[in-house]
């Protein structure tokens, strides 16, 4: 077991990590910038040290700095959390180098998985089926021309480093495509220091539904799915589990998958398989893996009961995988909301300030992780998601229902948040009927950008 | 003399993108409207542009500095 862990973040994933710590008798060691003196994860922590100024890149981005608060306070591992570090094969590298854990995948698993491009040749190695497109990296427009008899428009050419929506451009003709290749690839250079493209068939209408996995580098289980199919800028908003799309076999069949590339890749840690899921032709694609504990896990582990966090830190220490497939079962439906600090009425723009009264959602299956605190003043500096409302009921409906009871109980004065937006759409038809797509949303925000404004 | 103020808090850049020269070098003239820097809240970029022409642009902070709304970003004459 791992004795004492630096975390290597801040915000909510801060908070949720030293929690899972102390519950499992593992000291803590929060880390802050100048801007996050104050912040809730430097209090909880058992220890805290300041690693640099609010600028990312001079603080939770250097490596240097972190290793070395990790060595002077006696840290044995560190946590990386989601987004800064947390899928960065060298980071990976050096903790390990230091003679330290790194609580998440091997250097090698993440490059492998990082590059999407190599991330797709071993999903489709293992038997993982992938989006039609390129073999690989396309190196020349003649060679991609011959990748769009295969696709078709539109098609999406993409950037081998990119991730998260980042390094995508869509062509809908010939003529867009010339003009767009040459475009992507100077922009992949300049974005991420590699201008490798490759190409994928954009299928029209899809959900976006991922798979959690567990495992310990011999052995994987799946912790079911989630489906996240809300979103605005390609972020997501709004994530639940299960998906009411999937049948039962091609759960299994999904799920399986998922299971396979982990295992094909000695994979450790937490980790996430992404899909496309085709609600016409009843199939599904592999996108990516992600190689870190998510956002939204806590809609896994409102369903299976596991909590994700200390499975990893003990996965970290050491230990063999406590699950088996067989004892990890579904109960209910959960649906996480993102609670971010910007303002729908002003088209999502971003909302800094000190919060005044809070007041937060209880009762029966409703979970709040968050670091806001009465008179915090949230920093302009780092991500918008100020809080994630979980809510669990015994069918999706329920959910539902509470998600609504409990969004009325909140209330963060003095900020702007994205709550209207989510009261808006617990009541809209579609989204009751689960009948949505990953582009559906922007297409709601469009129609309906007059009365989040009023 | 006037100043150019940060209409919102965040890190304060002084060219479009990494690796490109400043939007505005100090010294230079500045028209209505022109974009002196960016601001990034929240991962978020934000254009600053002049209200006031003037010339003799001189910045008071350094590119990737934090600031907060209605600091001083530069001087012009």
Redesign the interface.
């Given at each position: 077991m791992l004795k004492k862990l630096l975390i290597a973040n801040r915000g909510e994933i801060a908070v949720r990590v030293i929690r899972a710590a102390q519950d499992l008798g593992i000291a803590t060691v929060a880390v802050y910038s100048a801007a996050d003196a104050d912040a809730l994860h430097v209090k909880i922590a058992d220890e805290a040290v300041h690693i640099g100024p609010p600028a990312a890149k001079k603080s939770y981005l250097d490596m240097n700095a972190l290793l070395e608060a990790a060595r002077s306070t006696g840290c044995d591992s560190i946590h990386p959390g989601y987004g800064f570090l947390a899928e960065n094969a060298d980071f990976s590298d050096a903790v390990t180098a230091t003679g330290l854990v790194f609580v998440g995948p091997s250097g090698r698993a993440i490059r492998l998985m990082g590059d999407k491009v190599s991330a797709r040749s071993a999903a489709a190695a293992a038997g993982v089926p992938v989006v039609p497109g390129s073999a690989g990296r396309v190196e020349s427009i003649e060679a991609a021309r011959a990748v769009l008899e295969e696709t078709g428009f539109p098609v999406m050419i993409k950037a081998a480093a990119g991730g998260g929506g980042r390094g995508i451009r869509i062509a809908n003709s010939l003529d867009e495509f010339d003009q767009a290749f040459p475009q992507a690839q100077a922009e992949a250079l300049a974005a991420f220091g590699d201008g490798g493209l490759y190409m994928e068939k954009v299928i029209g209408r899809a959900r976006h539904i991922e798979v959690q996995i567990l495992a310990d580098g011999r052995d994987a289980v799946h912790c079911f799915e989630r489906e996240c199919s809300l979103q605005r800028r390609r972020q997501k908003v709004w994530e639940e589990a299960p998906s009411r799309a999937l049948s039962d076999a091609l759960r299994a069949e999904l799920c399986a998958s998922a299971v396979a590339l982990a295992k094909a890749v000695s994979y450790s840690g937490a980790g996430t398989v992404e899909y496309l899921y085709d609600d016409a032709a009843d199939r599904f694609y592999f996108i990516e893996m992600n190689t870190r504990i998510q956002v939204e896990h806590p809609v896994t582990e409102a369903i299976t009961g596991i909590d994700l966090v200390a499975e990893m830190l003990r996965i970290a220490g050491g230990e063999p995988l406590r699950l088996s497939q067989g004892n990890i079962r579904v109960k209910g439906h959960a649906i996480e909301v993102r609670l971010n600090a910007e303002d729908p009425a002003r088209d999502f723009a971003p909302f800094p300030g000190k919060v005044g009264d809070l007041r937060i959602p209880g009762g029966p299956g409703v979970r709040f992780d968050s670091m806001l605190y009465s008179g915090y003043d949230v920093p302009p500096f780092y991500d918008s998601l100020l809080a994630k409302l979980i809510v669990h009921g015994e069918t999706r409906e329920a959910a539902i229902a509470r998600l609504v009871r409990a969004l009325r109980e909140l209330e963060i004065a003095g900020m702007k948040t994205t709550k209207p937006l989510f009261l808006a759409l617990a009541a809209d038809p579609a989204v009751l009927a689960g009948d949505v797509h990953t582009r559906w949303l922007e297409g709601w925000l469009t129609d309906n950008a007059a009365a989040l404004a009023g | 003399m006037t100043q150019i103020l940060s209409p919102?808090?965040?890190?304060f850049y002084r060219s479009a993108?990494p690796?490109q020269p400043p939007l505005k070098a100090d010294g230079d003239d500045v028209a209505v409207g022109d974009v002196i820097g960016l601001i990034?809240?929240?991962?978020?970029f934000h254009e600053v542009r002049a209200e006031v022409a003037g010339t003799a642009i001189a910045f008071l902070i350094d590119n990737?500095d934090?600031v907060m709304a209605g600091a001083p970003l530069a001087d012009l004459g």
């Open positions: - | 919102l808090p965040g890190t993108a690796g990034e809240v929240m991962k978020s990737e934090p």
